[in-house]
C-alpha cells in the first residue's frame, strides 16, 4: 500500500513538472512560407514539390546556395543511402546515371525505373527531373560549376541554407546577422531557436536576453523552420 501510495506522489509530481514547463514555455510567430512543409512533412506524401515550377525553384535555388555544401543531406554507402528519412538500396551515383539512362526508353527501363518514369509522368514533372538529373550528373565532380538562373531563385529560402548549412566560419557577428534575417523573414520561433536551442549558436558571445525582446510572442507554438538540434 505504501509502495502504491509512493508510486502515485511520483506520478502526480511529475505530472506537475510537465505541466509547470509546458505552462512557462514561451511561443513565437513562425511565418510560414510556400517551401515550409520541405522541413516538417513526409517527403514522399509532399505534394508541393512535386509540381515542376516548385521543382525547378528548389533547384535554382540549392545552385544558388551550392550543391556541393548540400552534400551532408545525403547519407551514402556503397549500395545504398538515407535522404529526409528517405531509404533507397541502391548506389547513388548509380542511380542517377540510370535514371537519365533510362528516360524515354522503355525498351531499357527495368520495373523500378519503369515506374519511377511513370510516376513522373503522371505527377507532368517528367521533364524538369530529367533536367535536373542530366544538369546534375553533368558536374559530379565539381558541383560549383553550375550556373544559377536568377529568375526562378527564391532568395528566402537561400538564406535559410545559408543559415543552417554555411557555418564554417560561424562568430557572434554572422550570428547576430543571422537572427536578423530569420526576424525579417517573420520566422521568430526560429530566431528564438538560433539564441536558445541549438548547439552551434550555444558558446557565442550573444545579448540574448535583449534580443528575445525583439520578437513577437504568440500563444500558440508554430513548427519552426531552424528546428532545435539541442534535444
Same mark, same amino acid.
Given at each position: 500500500?505504501?509502495? /502504491? ?6 506520478? &502526480?509530481? &511529475? ?12 511561443? *513565437? ?6 517551401? +515550409? ?10 505534394? %508541393?514539390?512535386?509540381? =515542376? ?8 535555388? !540549392?545552385? $544558388? ?15 545504398? !543511402? &538515407? ?8 548506389? +547513388?551515383?548509380? /542511380?542517377?546515371?540510370?535514371?537519365? #539512362?533510362?528516360?524515354?526508353? =522503355?525498351?531499357?527501363?527495368? $520495373?523500378? *525505373?519503369?515506374?519511377? %518514369? ?22 559530379? #565532380?565539381?558541383?560549383?560549376? #553550375?550556373?544559377?538562373?536568377?529568375? !526562378? ?33 517573420? +520566422? ?6 538560433? /539564441?536558445?536551442?541549438?548547439?552551434? *549558436? ?7 536576453? $535583449? #534580443? ?8 500558440? +507554438?508554430?513548427? =519552426? %523552420? /531552424? ?5
Amino acid at each position: 500500500m505504501n509502495k /502504491l501510495l509512493t508510486l502515485n506522489i511520483l506520478i &502526480l509530481l &511529475l505530472v506537475s513538472c510537465v505541466n509547470k514547463e509546458k505552462s512557462e514555455s514561451e511561443f *513565437y510567430a513562425e511565418n510560414k512560407t510556400s517551401f +515550409f512543409d520541405l522541413r516538417n512533412s513526409d517527403w514522399t506524401k509532399n505534394t %508541393w514539390i512535386r509540381k =515542376p515550377e516548385n521543382l525547378r525553384t528548389i533547384h535554382e535555388s !540549392f545552385k $544558388k546556395f551550392g550543391y556541393d555544401k548540400l552534400e551532408n543531406l545525403i547519407f551514402k554507402s556503397d549500395n545504398e !543511402f &538515407l535522404i529526409q528519412d528517405i531509404y533507397i538500396k541502391r548506389n +547513388f551515383e548509380n /542511380l542517377m546515371d540510370s535514371l537519365q #539512362l533510362t528516360y524515354n526508353k =522503355p525498351e531499357i527501363q527495368t $520495373k523500378y *525505373y519503369a515506374e519511377f %518514369w511513370n510516376r513522373r509522368k503522371a505527377e507532368k514533372n517528367d521533364s524538369i527531373v530529367y533536367e535536373i538529373l542530366k544538369e546534375l550528373n553533368s558536374v559530379k #565532380l565539381d558541383k560549383k560549376r #553550375l550556373n544559377y538562373e536568377k529568375q !526562378f531563385v527564391n532568395d528566402t529560402l537561400v538564406d535559410l541554407l545559408k543559415i543552417e548549412f554555411d557555418n564554417d566560419n560561424l562568430n557572434s557577428e554572422k550570428a547576430n546577422s543571422d537572427f536578423d534575417i530569420l526576424k525579417k523573414y517573420g +520566422f521568430h520561433q526560429s530566431a528564438y531557436n538560433l /539564441l536558445f536551442e541549438r548547439a552551434e *549558436y550555444s558558446e557565442l558571445n550573444l545579448d540574448r536576453e $535583449k #534580443l528575445k525582446k525583439e520578437l513577437t510572442k504568440t500563444k500558440e +507554438f508554430k513548427q =519552426p %523552420w /531552424l528546428i532545435d538540434n539541442e534535444n
